[in-house]
């Protein structure tokens, strides 16, 4: 039952990384520039969270009314101010950038809050759960997570198909220069962009900071666990992601089922061996976004 | 330095153009680096045990620096991940020369060797992605390696292991023969990149760094030669990491196989000039002095190494060495074309 116990944990688990993956997704997506300090910003919106806990007392998820669109904003600024400098400096320039931006975040980030292990509390919610069997429950903490997970993905599906933003989005990642005949504003969609993905990226650091302890180092194996759920699913693909994100929690829910030592570890030995095997992703997209 | 045949102009000219490499400047640089290779040569007869040891991890730098920029300036390839070489040099050393008995400074070639070992088969995972996924696919063997070797029980598992081979060896001279050993890996290391860079392939990584597929269409390997940059670098970095162990006689799974090595490689060879010889040199310098100044920072320093870094890539991204626009080639690579009048 462990066993079963541990393949529906990695499952939840599963859509709380395609959570944290699908900013990096999009962001990689419609500007070509993978963010390499998409994971320390999750945790600096888990922070944020734990700020606002402290000082006014806010439960985690009322803390996200304002995480969000505070973490949005600085998204914005961050396209204006340093990536759109950084995205006409050539191929090697973005991400010179957002890896110095990552080494910043995560030492100041040091320097504010120490290296301690850190949680946010859900209160009851984290704890209970509903019972399916002996040696199998349910926690309600990581289920909603997972759901908002899907959610997220799914919304942001339906942003990008139905919405003007979001057509002008996947026009001007298909051509700029023809998006801009059309009368696209290209920065302002790409600023919009980082926006999005970084509002992602803040409900997806509250809900890992809530599930687990976090440090100011913990950027570093976020973004690592997003970029697996994205290459195991499949570049350009939302629901590939989301599928990536499962089959990597499960990985890593059964690998720390035979040890804990092993979780981590077998997370990265699956995804080296989608690489090696099927180095387009297991469920590629016809068209690659 | 090498002169060709240059074909003639219009006659009556007079003129006739001179293509050649280096001129003046690089002999005259030549020779200042031929006497300033030759003096730090001699230090360990003048400055104390800690100013070598200092110098060692000065030397590691420019070691660091320029196996990063092969890498970067010369293939394109944003790695993250180079301390899973760092490491395995590291603990090459003191597993072939603590367990398997070979002599210390034999095991640190030997170590090298080891990271171009694994890292050519490791190229086959980490070239299916490019650019951006690259980089971070670098840092995830990177992190396997890590997580592999604090598994391993004779290498001290999660708390790492002492180098104690060099014990027979008194610590003034094993200090010296240390420095020695460090400065010339660096020395060699440079140098080879150097001819490396003047060689047909530089010539093929330089048609590639500026466009891969008009170098491809121009019958450059490209894969080819960037697996060969990866493996160099990988020996390279090994080469820095087993001399790093060979300087502080203790190796740990969490320092050694630490991304911060990968931001000071970065800060090196961005605030040196990307795509020079010279420029992560001059960068492993910079650091290297600032690096005192910025040890009572704390946390800071690193706050500041990646916001220079940050700052050189966006205002001036031809680093320091840009600064001199071209005009001095210490380490000439490309031709010149001079007519003369």
């Not at chain 2, 970065?266 to 910079?286: C, K, M």
């Amino acid at each position: 039952m462990s066993w079963v116990n541990a393949v529906v944990q990695g499952v939840l688990l599963g859509g709380l990384y395609a959570l944290v993956a699908a900013g990096l997704s999009l962001v990689f997506g419609v500007m070509r520039i993978v963010n390499l300090a998409h994971g320390v910003l999750a945790v600096v919106a888990a922070y944020g969270a734990l700020v606002l806990g402290r000082a006014l007392g806010l439960h985690p998820f009322l803390a996200l009314l304002l995480v969000v669109p505070a973490m949005a904003a600085i998204g914005y600024l961050l396209q204006r101010g340093l990536l759109d400098r950084a995205l006409r400096g050539g191929e090697l320039a973005p991400l010179l950038v957002t890896f110095g931006l990552a080494i910043v975040l995560q030492n100041v980030l040091l320097e504010a809050f120490s290296a301690d292990n850190q949680r946010l509390s859900v209160g009851a919610l984290g704890t209970s759960g509903v019972r399916i069997a002996d040696g199998l429950s349910i926690g309600w903490f990581p289920l909603l997570a997972a759901l908002t997970g899907v959610a997220v993905i799914a919304g942001l599906g339906r942003f990008l198909a139905r919405t003007r933003t979001g057509r002008a989005m996947r026009a001007a990642s298909d051509d700029p220069e023809a998006a801009r005949l059309m009368g696209v504003d290209d920065r302002r969609i790409y600023a919009v962009a980082t926006a999005l993905a970084l509002a992602t990226v803040a409900v997806a650091g509250v809900f890992l900071g809530a599930r687990s302890t976090f440090d100011p180092a913990a950027g570093a194996t976020t973004l690592i666990f997003a970029f697996e759920a994205v290459v195991i699913g499949g570049l350009g693909s939302l629901w590939g992601t989301l599928a990536g994100g499962i089959v990597l929690g499960v990985a890593q829910g059964l690998g720390a089922a035979v040890d804990p030592a092993y979780g981590v570890l077998a997370g990265h030995l699956v995804f080296l061996a989608v690489l090696a095997v099927k180095p387009r992703g297991l469920f590629p997209s016809a068209v690659t976004a | 330095m090498t002169q060709l045949d240059a074909p003639r102009t219009a006659a009556g000219t007079g003129s006739v153009p001179r293509v050649r490499r280096g001129g003046r400047a690089a002999w005259a640089g030549g020779a200042g680096l031929v006497a300033v290779v030759a003096v730090l040569g001699y230090l360990p007869y003048l400055v104390s045990r800690g100013t070598q040891v200092d110098l060692v991890g000065l030397f590691a730098l420019v070691v660091l620096g320029t196996m990063w920029n092969l890498l970067a300036g010369y293939g394109g390839m944003v790695s993250i991940g180079q301390q899973a070489y760092i490491g395995i040099g590291g603990y090459g050393l003191v597993y072939l020369a603590e367990t398997v008995g070979v002599d210390p400074f034999l095991s640190v070639p030997v170590a090298a060797l080891v990271c171009a070992l694994v890292a050519w088969p490791t190229s086959y995972l980490a070239f299916r992605l490019s650019g951006g996924y690259f980089a971070i696919g670098t840092w995830v063997i990177a992190e396997v390696v890590r997580l592999l070797v604090t598994q391993v029980d004779a290498v001290g598992a999660g708390s790492g292991a002492s180098l104690t081979a060099f014990s027979g060896i008194e610590p003034l001279y094993r200090i010296a023969f240390v420095y020695w050993m460090s400065l010339g890996i660096a020395v060699v290391v440079v140098v080879g990149v150097y001819l490396l860079m003047r060689s047909r392939l530089g010539l093929a990584l330089t048609a590639i760094r500026d466009d891969p597929t008009a170098a491809s269409s121009a019958g450059v390997r490209v894969t080819r030669a960037k697996r060969l940059v990866y493996v160099v670098a990988a020996a390279g970095c090994g080469l820095a990491g087993a001399m790093i162990v060979a300087n502080t006689l203790r190796v740990q799974p969490g320092s050694i196989f630490s991304v911060d090595y990968a931001a000071i490689m970065v800060f090196v060879v961005v605030i040196g000039g990307i795509g020079t010889i010279e420029g992560p040199v001059l960068g492993a310098l910079v650091f290297y002095l600032l690096q005192d100044s910025l040890a009572d920072l704390g946390n800071w320093y690193l706050v500041v190494v990646g916001g220079v870094a940050i700052a050189v890539t966006l205002l001036a991204p031809r680093g320091l060495w840009g600064l001199t626009r071209g005009r001095v080639e210490l380490f000439p690579t490309g031709y010149r074309v001079a007519v003369r009048r």
